[in-house]
């Protein structure tokens, strides 16, 4: 019988659906390894319910006491890292050691959101006219909702829910039907911890999970992440039944190699930055633009040797970089770009296409890609590729490697490379991108600044966890108040002023 992955209502796990049941693959061996529900519209809706019921108290626990369903979800994921590791792995086919580093990262947020009480805290002034105190505080939105990419099924819906929870609120997270797993095992952890049932729910599903929570006035505020395309879809759907949206999309991140750059440290950060997690991360690096023929020939000449001999192989080989893509339809995808870039004139240095990995002969496996003399009108270029392929523009100089990434659409996050403080300050000023590196080559910030892109990698006003996320998360009340002794006898028709 094969596993069935289900919603998670109510501090409790329903593993049937009125929708449809979808296949869930374990990429590195190509088979299905279960099966998972893909929620109705009343099944969203009665999580939505569950949630806004749960709310009422959860709102007015005191802050601390939320802190501290956070301080012992942490100790709790700490103890079950390995395991949560594995389960993200066996979905998704990423390395264990990179599940490992991305429960750490959503980790941090963790940390972060212990400490929201103290963030949550307002402001007060007294005496702002004779007896009158004005303060200021945040109070939660009621019920929130996520929804989440396959790309990282631990990390992204951990920027969103624990804060959104410590801040007050329920939540109702709808994860990638292509690794659902790893949600429900975080619910679990979640009610370990002594989060009341109902404050945190999941429902799985696609569309009409995703529509459901769009359109639902029980919902005041959907966070989401995912590609650009279905980004904007949210925040115009979300945003018309009068929600707060945050939606971050897609990306196509460039590194800019100065000629004074170590060759080096560039080597190694494109290695890492373009071909871990097989190029499946929102910040990984697709293109490489060195500045000048002298430095890209030097950099092409480094960089194959290492492609050719990257290993790829399933979660448990140590000795692999990168593991399986997620689907083979993202396999065929990518090799069809890969040929469009050959057709199109591309140099393509090392052709990753056919790679097979002894006993994982079914895997969805590509190697490591790279190309050369890569032209913006490319494909190749144009497309978010999502994979392990590297593409390389070469620019004449600094101010054209600034216009390549002005005229690209996207703006999530890049690099530059270099010795010189001038250039890169220049740089780091001009850029109209969200996240910079200063020879730092995947500049994920850490989990007390916030994270977001940029032009049309991120739709709405609020970047995600960080500092942004008390303000996405929370409304302010401003409460004017005076006490008896302070009133004055008389009715006051004009409008009211300090006098
Ligand atoms: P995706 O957009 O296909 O799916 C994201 C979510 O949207 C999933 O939960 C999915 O079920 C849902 N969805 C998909 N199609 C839908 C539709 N037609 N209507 C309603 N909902 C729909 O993205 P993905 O393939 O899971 O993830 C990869 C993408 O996510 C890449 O584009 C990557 O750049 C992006 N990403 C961005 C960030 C960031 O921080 N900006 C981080 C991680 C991933």
Known sequence: MTEVIGNYIKGTQITTTQGDYQDVFNPATGSVSAQVCMSTTEEVDQAVNVATEAAKDWGRTPSPKRAQVMFRFKRLLEENSDKLARIISSEHGKTHDDALGEVVRGLEVVEFACGIPQLIKGTFSEQVADGIDVYSFPQPLGVVAGITPFNFPAMVPMWMYPNALVCGNSFVLKPSERDPSASLFMAELLKQAGLPDGVFNVVQGGKEAVDAILDHPGISAVSFVGSTPIAKYIYTRATSTGKRVQALGGAKNHMVVLPDADMQQVTDALMG???????????????????????????????????????????????????????RDSLNRIEGLIQSGVDQGAELLVDGRGYKVQGYEN????????????????????????????????VNDYQEALDLIHNNPYGNGTAIFTRDGDAARDFVSRIEVGMVGVNVPIPVPVAFHSFGGWKQSLFGDHHIYGPETIHFYTRMKAVTSRWPTGIKSGAVYNFPTLN
């Open 273 to 327: 930055s373009a071909f871990g997690s097989a190029g499946e991360r929102c910040m990984a690096i697709s293109v490489a633009v060195p500045v000048g023929d002298q430095v890209a020939d030097e950099l092409m000449e480094r960089m194959t040797p290492l492609v050719k001999e990257l290993q790829v192989g399933p979660p448990d080989d140590k000795n692999a970089a990168m593991g399986a893509l997620i689907t």
């Open 363 to 394: 895997g969805f496996f590509l190697g490591g890609t790279l190309f050369d003399k890569v032209r913006p009108e490319m494909e190749i270029y144009k497309e978010e590729v999502f994979g392990p392929v590297l593409s390389t523009v070469r």
